[in-house]
């Protein structure tokens, strides 16, 4: 799907880039809740 589908392009964390915006890792999205931790 990568290279077929979405010339190369992946969205954030492997999210599939063709999914509608926000992607689920995305802020806005189902994980991305704009936390920022420290690693």
């Not at 190369?8 to 995305?26: A, F, H, M, T, Y």
């Amino acid at each position: 799907i990568q290279y077929g589908k979405n010339g190369g392009k992946c969205g954030v964390c492997g999210d599939d880039w063709s999914l509608p915006q926000p992607r689920d890792n995305e802020n806005g999205g189902l994980y991305g809740t704009g936390t920022i931790v420290k690693t």
